[in-house]
């Protein structure tokens, strides 16, 4: 699955969710907390591949799935840049001390495994909205190549 096609089903799973929640009278940090993962998986089994495994993206006790990627995730299926010959298809806006980076076929991409700034409850109030794809709207960045 391309960037692009995970990032409009993503957006489209999440409007669902909040549309819902609404609907039952959730606002503000409700659907926040509503997010927390051990309520996803039970709740929502579908929102994320990890869930059915009951596997969490990051080993910490407190993981919030609102802002799933990142809004600090920058991305292009056809690509943001060319270094030595890879073409580099992601990467993080703020150059985060835990990115790291992964090459396959060819291709460069950013590698989140070690970062938790998203997860963070702190993070997600700062930077709460209820439509996930304008908090993500700097996420598709301009192909440069
Ligand atoms: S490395 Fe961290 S801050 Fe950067 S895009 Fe990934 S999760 Fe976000």
Redesign the pocket.
């Known amino acids: 699955m391309s960037y692009f096609d995970w990032f409009v089903e993503h957006d489209r799973k999440h409007h669902q969710i909040i549309q819902k929640l609404k609907a039952q009278g959730f606002f503000g940090e409700a659907i926040i907390d509503y997010f927390v993962f051990e309520n996803m998986v039970e709740k929502e089994p579908h929102f994320c591949l990890l869930y059915a495994n009951k596997q969490k993206c990051h080993d910490i006790k407190y993981l919030n799935c609102y802002l799933c990627a ?1 809004p ?2 920058r991305f292009n299926d056809e690509g943001i840049a060319v270094k030595e010959s890879v073409l580099v298809k992601s990467m ?3 150059a ?1 001390k ?2 790291s980076k992964f090459i396959y076929d060819n291709i460069e991409h ?1 590698d ?1 495994s070690k ?1 938790i ?2 997860h963070t409850k702190s993070f997600v109030l700062k930077h709460f909205d209820e439509v996930w794809h304008k908090v993500m709207r700097e996420c598709i960045t301009s192909p440069k190549v």
């Open positions: 990142c600090h995730f993080c806006a703020i985060s835990n990115a950013l989140c970062c700034v998203p």
